[in-house]
C-alpha cells in the first residue's frame, strides 16, 4: 500500500495540516474580502465538502436572483392570466410575503409540487444542460471563469438583496425604503 509519504520530498512527512484543502484562491475569493469563512463551515473540510457548499451557494444565488426579479415585476403589477387556486384569480394576490395570506393552502402545494418538479427534472439532465449552454456560448476557458465569478457574486448580493426586502416588508410594509428616502415611494400592497 502507497502513502501519501510516498509523493512528499525526501525525507519529508506530510503532516495533517499539509493535506487539508486550501480555498484561498478558489473562485469567489476576490477583493476587498478574499477567502471569507465567517462561520469556519470548511475548516478541515475537504474538495468534495467545498463542492457541495459551493454548489449550494450557487444554486441559492440563482433562486434569490428569480426571486428579486419576481419581487419587482409583481410589485409593478405584472401578473399571470388565470387562476393561482379555484376561485383566486392571480390578480388578486399580494405582493411579497403576505402573498403567503393571500393564496389558499391548494394554491401553495400546487407551487410547491411545481418548484419539485422542476427540481427533479433539472438535477436528472443538470451536466448536460450547463455543458449545451456553454458549448452553444462560444466562451473560452477564461471567460467561463469571469462569468462564473460574476454569476456567484451577483447571487451573493441577490440574497442579501431578496432578504433585506423581506425584512423591511416585515418592519414597515416598505421594502423598497431607498426609493422612499430619495424622494420616489413605491406603492407596496
Do not use: C
Given at each position: 500500500m502507497v502513502g501519501v509519504s510516498a509523493f512528499s520530498p525526501a525525507g519529508r512527512v506530510a503532516s495533517s495540516s499539509a493535506l487539508k484543502m486550501g480555498f484561498e484562491n478558489a473562485l469567489g475569493a476576490q477583493a476587498p474580502l478574499g477567502f471569507w469563512d465567517p462561520l469556519g463551515l470548511l475548516k478541515d473540510a475537504d474538495q468534495e465538502r467545498f463542492d457541495r457548499l459551493r454548489y449550494v451557494e450557487v444554486k441559492h444565488g440563482r433562486i434569490s436572483m428569480l426571486a428579486i426579479l419576481g419581487h419587482l415585476v409583481t410589485t409593478a403589477g405584472v401578473r399571470l392570466p388565470g387562476e393561482i387556486a379555484y376561485g383566486v384569480p392571480f390578480s388578486s394576490v399580494k405582493n411579497g410575503l403576505a402573498a403567503l395570506d393571500t393564496i389558499p393552502a391548494a394554491?401553495?402545494?400546487?407551487?410547491?409540487?411545481?418548484?419539485?418538479?422542476?427540481?427533479?427534472g433539472f438535477n436528472s439532465r443538470q451536466a448536460e444542460i450547463e455543458e449545451a449552454q456553454l458549448k452553444a456560448s462560444g466562451w473560452d476557458a477564461e471567460t467561463i471563469e469571469k462569468k462564473s465569478a460574476i454569476e456567484l457574486n451577483n447571487g451573493r448580493a441577490a440574497q442579501m438583496g431578496i432578504l433585506a426586502l423581506m425584512v423591511h416588508e416585515k418592519l414597515d410594509n416598505n421594502p423598497y425604503i431607498i426609493n422612499s428616502l430619495l424622494g420616489a415611494p413605491v406603492p407596496f400592497n
Amino acid at each position: 500500500m502507497v502513502g501519501v509519504s510516498a509523493f512528499s520530498p525526501a525525507g519529508r512527512v506530510a503532516s495533517s495540516s499539509a493535506l487539508k484543502m486550501g480555498f484561498e484562491n478558489a473562485l469567489g475569493a476576490q477583493a476587498p474580502l478574499g477567502f471569507w469563512d465567517p462561520l469556519g463551515l470548511l475548516k478541515d473540510a475537504d474538495q468534495e465538502r467545498f463542492d457541495r457548499l459551493r454548489y449550494v451557494e450557487v444554486k441559492h444565488g440563482r433562486i434569490s436572483m428569480l426571486a428579486i426579479l419576481g419581487h419587482l415585476v409583481t410589485t409593478a403589477g405584472v401578473r399571470l392570466p388565470g387562476e393561482i387556486a379555484y376561485g383566486v384569480p392571480f390578480s388578486s394576490v399580494k405582493n411579497g410575503l403576505a402573498a403567503l395570506d393571500t393564496i389558499p393552502a391548494a394554491g401553495i402545494a400546487q407551487i410547491i409540487a411545481f418548484i419539485g418538479l422542476i427540481e427533479l427534472g433539472f438535477n436528472s439532465r443538470q451536466a448536460e444542460i450547463e455543458e449545451a449552454q456553454l458549448k452553444a456560448s462560444g466562451w473560452d476557458a477564461e471567460t467561463i471563469e469571469k462569468k462564473s465569478a460574476i454569476e456567484l457574486n451577483n447571487g451573493r448580493a441577490a440574497q442579501m438583496g431578496i432578504l433585506a426586502l423581506m425584512v423591511h416588508e416585515k418592519l414597515d410594509n416598505n421594502p423598497y425604503i431607498i426609493n422612499s428616502l430619495l424622494g420616489a415611494p413605491v406603492p407596496f400592497n
